[in-house]
């Protein structure tokens, strides 16, 4: 099996989040192998507390609050604006809108990770260094086959066996893949034009494991 990228420009907005969210993954890949018992703990409690018995009710809750403190913050603010206008009602009026508003959001809302600033400023150093070249005029490419990945510049060629690749992460438009000396090589899905983009990841994983 052989998968075949020919490097492109990197100019697709999407891909400053996407590429600090793939440093999140490693940092947190990272931070497992470290302290396995703490983050076993950790997914524990995220999931009694995302999934955990009480769930429903709670969210079920939430939006009862919510549509009862809008429903009175509106019953309370009408009547603040006829003249002469009541500035108390006016301040509870709006505080319950907008206390009814936030236990909808609490109703609604999933838990998402947060980016650390460290990943941010990597990103942005990652990208930007591969921002600036000319892709056009370079014959970039990165080839996988039976050898391992080759990567190929010009008349510059680096073969890298399976067994250095120590990581990688997928997000919708990118592979972040650690190589050597933690190397780093961001692949965009479009750049592949040979290969099953669905078994590059599969593909990967189990040569450098084999």
Same mark, same amino acid.
């Given at each position: +099996?052989?998968?075949?990228? %020919?490097?492109?420009?990197?100019?697709?907005?999407?891909? #400053?989040?996407?590429?600090?969210?793939?440093?999140? $993954?490693? !940092?947190?890949?990272?931070? /497992?192998?470290?302290?396995?018992?703490?983050?076993?703990?950790?997914?524990? +409690?995220?999931?009694?507390?995302?999934?955990?018995?009480?769930? &429903?009710?709670?969210?079920?809750?939430?939006?009862?609050?919510?549509?009862?403190?809008?429903?009175?913050?509106?019953?309370?603010?009408? *009547?603040? !604006?006829? =003249? *002469? /206008?009541?500035?108390?009602?006016?301040?509870?009026?709006?505080?319950?809108?907008?206390?009814?508003?936030?236990?909808?959001?609490?109703?609604? /809302?999933?838990?998402?990770?947060?980016? *650390?600033?460290?990943?941010?400023? =990597?990103?942005?150093?990652?990208?930007?260094?591969?921002?600036?070249?000319?892709?056009?005029?370079?014959?970039?490419?990165? &080839?996988?086959?039976? $050898?391992?990945?080759?990567?190929?510049?010009?008349?510059?060629?680096?073969?890298?066996?399976?067994? %250095?690749?120590?990581?990688?992460?997928?997000?919708?438009?990118?592979?972040?893949?650690?190589?050597? #000396?933690?190397?780093?090589? !961001?692949? $965009?899905?479009? #750049? !592949?034009?040979?290969? #099953?983009?669905? %078994?590059?990841?599969?593909?990967?994983?189990?040569?450098?494991?084999?």
């Amino acid at each position: +099996m052989k998968f075949l990228f %020919q490097i492109s420009d990197y100019g697709n907005p999407a891909l #400053d989040a996407e590429t600090a969210e793939l440093l999140r $993954q490693r !940092l947190e890949a990272g931070s /497992r192998r470290a302290m396995p018992r703490l983050w076993k703990m950790t997914d524990r +409690m995220n999931t009694y507390a995302g999934e955990g018995p009480g769930r &429903e009710k709670r969210r079920g809750r939430f939006l009862v609050y919510g549509v009862v403190l809008i429903a009175l913050g509106v019953f309370v603010f009408v *009547p603040g !604006l006829v =003249e *002469p /206008r009541n500035p108390a009602l006016l301040f509870v009026g709006a505080a319950a809108i907008v206390a009814g508003f936030l236990e909808l959001f609490l109703a609604r /809302r999933e838990k998402i990770a947060p980016v *650390p600033a460290s990943c941010k400023k =990597e990103a942005e150093k990652l990208l930007e260094s591969r921002r600036a070249v000319d892709w056009h005029n370079i014959e970039a490419r990165v &080839e996988f086959d039976e $050898q391992g990945m080759n990567i190929s510049s010009g008349e510059k060629r680096e073969t890298v066996p399976y067994g %250095q690749i120590s990581e990688l992460f997928e997000s919708d438009h990118l592979w972040l893949l650690i190589y050597g #000396d933690e190397k780093a090589l !961001l692949l $965009q899905k479009k #750049d !592949l034009v040979s290969g #099953d983009a669905g %078994q590059f990841a599969p593909y990967i994983l189990k040569e450098k494991e084999s």
